[in-house]
């Protein structure tokens, strides 16, 4: 029986170590090629994500402009009908039709001076 058997020799282990080394390298690259690939994945989401951020601020300042410009012209009419409202008085105290002038004056004193009289006499 022993005369049939190879005989035991290194070849066999060294191939396997070729081998085993082979699919090492193999492996190496494979790793390699997944993390390139995954730092090119992260990359493109990290600008994707910078410019929709971009894009967010841009559409944030035009809305606060837009806010603060109605708030303005909101504040510019209420300003006007203010002021249209007081020369309306003005007009009407002016006027003061048959009025004598102590009359015209309590009017006029009390057009200005309306919400800081008291009610009992000035």
Do not use: Y
Not at 36 to 51: F, G, I, N, Q, V
Not at 93 to 102: L, T
């Amino acid at each position: 029986m022993a005369e049939n058997a190879p005989a035991p020799t290194t070849v066999g282990s060294l191939d396997e170590l070729k081998r085993v080394k082979s699919v090492e390298l193999e492996w190496d690259e494979r790793v390699r090629n997944a993390r390139a690939s995954a730092d090119a994945s992260l990359a493109r989401l990290r600008e994707e994500a910078d410019e929709r951020v971009a894009l967010a601020r841009t559409a944030a300042h035009r809305s606060r402009e837009e806010r603060v410009r109605a708030a303005q012209q909101e504040g510019d009419r209420e300003a006007a009908q203010i002021l249209a409202d007081g020369d309306a008085k003005l007009a009407e105290i002016v006027s003061g039709a048959g009025a004598s002038p102590a009359e015209r004056h309590d009017a006029i004193r009390k057009a200005v001076l309306g919400e800081f009289l008291s009610d009992g006499p000035a």
